[in-house]
């Protein structure tokens, strides 16, 4: 085994881009709440940076990437990064150093919760919170992380694929969020007074930071400075400028204007969609993975919004959960074993299993997800409780969490 200079860069580069990618989520979220909220939700993936990065040290790394126990959670052998030093492990990138492929694998479990706080913002206590991320981050990311990506895990055994985290990172925090949503309840005043966006300037500057980010997500998880990285970074920003072209579209002909935030939202969802599938497939897939995406993701939120009136603040299940279901399954459609041997073919290429695991993968981790999720809050309520008073969410989380005020106007 011998370290390659230029594999070693550009994952050290990528996992800057992914980390750049929470405080982006911070912005992207926070032009989208109420202005008496905005410090509090910019808050949340700020304060998930630091504590992760942390938790993922002391043993999250360890029980995600660690040596297998039946398939289902990584020992405790890497606690503290004990073992795991400047010299490449074979078993995930043989040419970069393991802290390179930990820190790289770190930034992708502070984002994932950090996603969920969109399904709540605006009402949740504040211990509440920090008390479900950290449990959250070590019950249910590191043993999905483990099942998906470590040596030994019983869905990568199964041959369900996943390049970057669509079932990792999209499913699990698009349904954690659902249930979270639920449990939660409705904000004050929701369905009877405008909730309208404070300031999507926020939100598009979010955006395009996402979308800058998310070439080391997904170009990133190639874990070298080669074609299949080329490939994921192209396949990533065309389904991106489908899913904005898709959404605002959609939304032109549904509402007779073409909306900004409609264009940001889709872009966010065809990179969700195309996260999963992005080592594998071309270019020509992930157009119609892009499109997918700003379809069903747009319908999803009017649905869960109106209809089913689940208050999900910031649509996560409808953008990442129903975006990550969407690309998990469209790689069991559109996967290439040209493009990367280490994948399989999917359904369109002559191997129909493919969708049957990619099937498999996303209904066991979003029941994984939603049944622990439900433990965790449930645990959480009956503690500290779940949901700031009446009065503090009327007068916002800025002044009463956090006793500051995001604007002096």
Known sequence: MRIDAGDTAWVLTAAALVMLMTPALGFFYGGLVQ????????????????????????????????????????????????????A???????????????????????????????????????????????IWATLVYAPVAHWVWGVGGWIRN????????????????????????????????????????????????????LWFGW??????????????????????NTAAAMGALTWMTVSWLRHGRPSVLGAAAGAVAGLVAITPASGYVDASAAILIGLAAGVVCFFSVDLFKHVVKVDDALDVFAVHGMGGVTGALATGLFAQAAINPAGADGLFYGNPALLARQFVAVVAVAL??????????????????????????????????????????
């Not at 299949?228 to 970074?233: E, K, P, R, V, Y």
């Not at 965790?376 to 969490?401: C, H, M, N, S, W």
């Open 35 to 86: 202005r008496k909220n905005v410090l509090a939700t910019l808050m949340h993936s700020f304060f998930i940076l630091a504590l992760i990065s942390v938790q993922w040290v002391l043993w999250g790394y360890s029980l995600a990437f660690g040596p297998d126990h039946g398939g289902l959670i990584g020992g405790l052998d890497w606690l503290g990064l004990r073992g795991v030093g400047m």
């Open 88 to 134: 490449p492990n074979p078993d995930y990138a043989p040419t970069i150093p393991h802290e390179a492929f930990m820190v790289f694998q770190m930034m992708f479990a502070v984002i994932t919760p950090a996603l969920i706080t969109g399904a709540f913002a605006e009402r949740k206590r504040f211990k509440a919170f920090v008390l479900f991320t950290l």
């Open 158 to 209: 199964l041959g369900a694929i996943d390049f970057a985290g669509g079932l990792v990172v999209h499913i699990s925090s698009g349904v954690a969020a659902l249930v979270a949503a639920s449990m939660l309840g409705r904000r004050a005043g929701f369905g009877s007074e405008p909730m309208e966006p404070h300031n999507l300037t926020y939100t598009v500057l979010g955006a395009g930071l």
């Open 215 to 236: 070439f080391g997500f997904n170009a990133g998880s190639a874990l070298a400075a080669n074609g299949l990285a080329a490939s994921a970074f192209v396949v990533t």
């Open 368 to 409: 994984y997800a939603a049944g622990m999720t439900w433990a965790i809050l449930k645990a959480i309520e009956f503690t500290v409780g779940l949901r700031v008073p009446e009065q503090e969410e009327a007068l916002g989380l800025d002044v009463t969490t956090h006793g500051e005020a995001a604007y002096q106007l």
